[in-house]
């Protein structure tokens, strides 16, 4: 098992970046995949992005597609979600879960998740 915090979240203009945090204890970090996911108030969680055990594959939501980037530090145990030119609808609890083996982007297929952390993007 593995136990996850979220950590970088706030308040930021729209335009304007901001990057997450996923730290990671317990069993070796570079046996799981992560994913990130996020909800909005009254909204369904929507998947964000995902990245392998090795961190060589990447998917991302179509709706962050070439804004969001997804990233892993095995040995610093953190995996990161770089988040640019933001959007109002970006606005979210974000959460990252991993698993043991591939990636999936249905969080139903993530059995760890972390607290979550809040981002509010402003018009």
């Known amino acids: 098992q593995v136990q996850l915090v979220e950590s970088g979240g706030g308040l930021v203009q729209a335009g304007g970046s901001l990057r997450l945090s996923c730290a990671a204890s317990?069993?070796?970090?570079?046996?799981?995949?992560v994913g990130w996911f996020r909800q909005a108030p009254g909204k369904e969680r929507e998947f964000v992005a995902t990245?392998?055990?090795?961190?060589?594959?990447?998917n991302f939501g179509d709706s962050v597609k070439g804004r969001f980037t997804i990233s892993r530090d095995n040995a610093k145990n953190t995996v990161y979600l770089q988040m640019n030119s933001l959007k109002p609808e970006d606005t979210a609890v974000y959460y990252c879960a991993a698993r043991g083996g591939l990636s999936h982007s249905l969080a139903r297929e993530y059995a760890y998740w972390g607290q979550g952390t809040q981002v509010t993007v402003s018009s």
């Open positions: 990245i392998n055990r090795s961190g060589g594959i990447t």
């Open positions: 317990g069993r070796t970090f570079s046996n799981y995949a």
